[in-house]
Every structure is written in C-alpha cells, then in structure tokens.
C-alpha cells in the first residue's frame, strides 16, 4: 500500500491544570524530592479534576488537533482513542467522544491496553485506514492515570501524570519537492510473552470485580517491574527507531528531533545515547508532566511545535514503549 500521501493534518493536546509537585508526594508518601529527580527526572506531574474524565479530555485534546488542521468533526470519516484510563469498562471512550464532539456516524473505537505505546499503535492503524480510503482519521492518546494508581505505593505514584494528545491523519496534497507531511516509515510491535510485568491485574475475567478485589486495591495499577521495563523500554525503543530511519533511507543526523516517550529522563538519555542523538535534538518534557502513557508522544509533539523547536518540513522520530509489552516508531515529516 503506498502511505506516501498520508500524513498528519493537525496536532492539538490538553494537559489539566492541577500541579502536584514532588514535594507534595513526599507529605504523602515514603520519598524525596531528590529521589525522585535522580532516578526519574520528574519535578510535577499534572492531575485532572475529580469531576473531569476520559471524554473531557478527548473533547479538549480533540478541538485543538481539529482546530489546527482547519477542519470540523464532521470532516471526520474516523475515531480511534488509545487508552488505559477509560471513561467505563464498556462502552469504549470512542463512543462518548465521538457523541460530544459531534462528529457524524462514522466507525470510532478504542484501541485499549497497549500502555505508553498506544498512541503510535493507533497512528499506524490510522495511516492504514486513511489511506485505503483517503479518509481523515482523529487518533488521540488519553490517560487520567491519577484515577487508576494506588495513591499509597511509592513504587508507581510518583512516576505517572494525566494528559492528552491529539492528531488528525488523512491525505495531503504532495507536492514536487516531496516536502510534503507525511507518515515516512511505522514500525510496531509485541512481546506478549512479558505481560505481566506491568499490569493492572483485576476487572476482567482472570479476577473479576468483587470486594475482595476493592479491599486489596487490585483494580489499580499493581503490577510493575520498573527495572526489567527500563531495560526493555530502551532495546525496543532503540531497534524501532533504528529501524524506521532504515526504512525511510534517513539518517540519525537528518532527523531534526527525537520525541522518545516520555517515562524517565534516564531512558531518553540512554536512548538518545544509543541513538547517538545529541542532547540538542531530543525532546523532553518528563519533568513538567511526569509519564502521560499514550499521550505522551502527542503531547510532546504538540509542546515542540508551539515552542517553533520543530515546524513544516522538518523530519521528526517518536518512539514509544509500554505495557504487553508493545513499542513502535515512526518517522514524520511535519
Ligand atoms: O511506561 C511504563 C511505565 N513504567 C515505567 O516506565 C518504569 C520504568 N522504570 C523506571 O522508571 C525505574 O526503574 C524506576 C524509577 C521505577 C525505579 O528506579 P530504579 O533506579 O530502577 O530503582 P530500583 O527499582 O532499583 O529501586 C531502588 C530503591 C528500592 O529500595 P530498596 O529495595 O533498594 O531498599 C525502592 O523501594 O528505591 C526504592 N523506591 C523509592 N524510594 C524513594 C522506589 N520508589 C521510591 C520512591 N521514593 N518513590
């Protein structure tokens, strides 16, 4: 299938205003600022709202990407929502989005359980389905992580932040130059054999909801081998991205920035070490907003654009990795 009239239309993100900073956490539990920063790079992180969820997000993050790409939601022939944070077991987030954002009948669903990497996941399924029928597709990654973790676990609080990021994918006119937008090369993957190592382990039918399961706070995230993922994190990330710019005939010197996923400033430095990116062309903002999960790609992305680190033209290489274990890369052309 040839992909080389797709590209991204319009970006847009939402991060909520709440700041919890590091020293916040150490009133709540076990830890230090210091600690924090060493290992992780985190400074705050930002959480919705009691009363905010999945949808408000989706609307937010949603408005702005349409927004930037001069379209309606009527202009949209497709929805796919990443997400681990949904609005309810079931339906899927797609189906209240797609309903506030008042977009048309078309088909929306979410692409769930696929952790940080949900966000790429979603844009190689969306270059696939735009291009088979030249259509525009709104792909976003959501996370209110803050719903999901346990509040008194030191081991995973600390680490996540809530967010949103949104792009719409669909056709655009090449032109001669061929400096057109456009998706160069997408690569995804899995490793299903390492499922459990970062899981949230009760709700479904392994271990159905019951009291037993709310007095353990299994329905959270409980389930993380943070050292087995850092490793895991930076192999895949690196083979992916590797990978992409082979694909695309593209050098590491061509690409303009690095958007690495956004989970510990330790991995993105060993990544970019492995990469051999220069401090220079990788992004970071995993000290404003801790791990976003599947928005952090997109929220990322948007972040460069606005702060002009990035604009039209210019190559850039996301990577991700997450839970299943699942990653992938791609290599755009703004
Ligand atoms: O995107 C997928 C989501 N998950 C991730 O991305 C996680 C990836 N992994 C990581 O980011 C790092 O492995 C962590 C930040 C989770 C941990 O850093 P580390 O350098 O691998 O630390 P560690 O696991 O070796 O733990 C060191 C110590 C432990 O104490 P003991 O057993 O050595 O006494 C932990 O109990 O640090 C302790 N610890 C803390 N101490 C203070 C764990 N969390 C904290 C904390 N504050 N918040």
Redesign the pocket.
């Known amino acids: 299938m040839n992909f080389d009239h797709i590209g991204l239309l319009g970006i847009g993100s939402y991060v909520p205003e709440r700041v919890m900073t590091n020293a916040d956490?150490s009133e709540l539990?076990?830890?230090?600022d210091e600690?924090?920063i060493e290992?992780?790079g985190i400074r705050e992180r930002r959480y919705s709202s009691d009363d905010q969820t999945t949808t408000d997000f989706g609307e937010y993050a949603g408005k702005a990407a349409l927004a930037d790409a001069g379209l309606e939601a009527v202009d949209i022939d497709e929805l796919i929502i990443a997400t681990d944070t949904p609005e309810m077991f079931f339906p899927d987030s797609a189906s209240f989005i797609q309903h506030r954002l008042g977009m048309g009948e078309i088909p929306a669903y979410d692409l769930a359980g696929s952790?940080?990497a949900g966000f790429i996941q979603a844009l190689d399924v969306a270059r696939s389905r735009a291009a088979c029928g030249d259509k525009k597709v709104l792909v976003m990654g959501i996370e209110l992580a803050s719903k999901f973790f346990d509040w008194e676990d030191?081991?995973t609080c600390?680490?996540f932040g809530d967010g949103a990021g949104a792009a719409v994918v669909g056709p655009v006119e090449a032109d001669a130059a061929a400096n057109h937008p456009s998706i160069l090369s997408l690569k995804t993957g899995t490793d299903g054999s390492r499922a459990d190592i970062?899981s949230r382990i009760a709700g479904g039918t392994r271990m159905p909801f019951s009291m037993d399961v709310a007095k353990k706070g299994l329905h959270k995230l409980t389930r993380?081998d943070?050292?087995e993922?850092?490793k895991e994190?930076v192999k895949h990330m690196c083979a992916a991205s590797t990978e992409v710019m082979e694909m695309a005939g593209v050098s590491s010197e061509e690409v303009k920035l690095f958007v690495p996923?956004q989970?510990?400033m330790?991995?993105i430095h060993s990544v970019a070490k492995h990469l051999g990116a220069p401090e220079e062309k990788v992004f970071i903002n995993v000290d404003r907003y801790g791990?976003t999960?599947s928005a952090s790609v997109p929220i990322a992305l948007c972040e460069a654009r606005d702060m002009g680190v990035v604009e039209s033209g210019d190559l850039v290489l996301c990577t991700a990795?997450?839970?299943g274990f699942h990653w992938g890369a791609a290599l755009l052309r703004l």
């Not at 539990?29 to 230090?32: L, N, P, Y």
């Open positions: 956490w539990v076990d830890t230090t600690w924090i290992r992780t952790g940080c030191r081991n600390i680490l970062l993380m943070g050292r993922i850092f994190a996923h989970a510990n330790r991995i791990n999960g990795f997450g839970a």
